[in-house]
């Protein structure tokens, strides 16, 4: 028992000299794209900045309070 031939096809998959919109995509939908990553940016800030530069400030007026406790 042989087994018979199959031809396969080849599909080949080119960009036109004459295509202008090759960059199109890129520039779609700016003004959204620049929004999602504001709001991404704020949450970053919002729950990885702002902790630190609290806590560190805490810290720092601690220790200040602590230094001057004795002067009042």
């Not at 601690?62 to 002067?71: A, D, I, V």
Request: charged share 25%; glycine share 6%; net charge positive.
């Amino acid at each position: 028992m042989g087994k018979a031939p199959i031809r396969l096809k080849e599909v080949v998959y080119t960009l036109s000299p004459f295509e202008q919109s090759v960059m199109g995509g890129l520039w779609k939908d700016l003004p959204h794209k620049a929004a999602h990553h504001a709001a991404n940016l704020r949450d970053a800030v919002l729950f990885c900045v702002l902790p630190i530069v609290g806590i560190s400030y805490y810290c720092a007026d601690f220790k200040e309070k602590e230094k001057q406790h004795h002067r009042y």
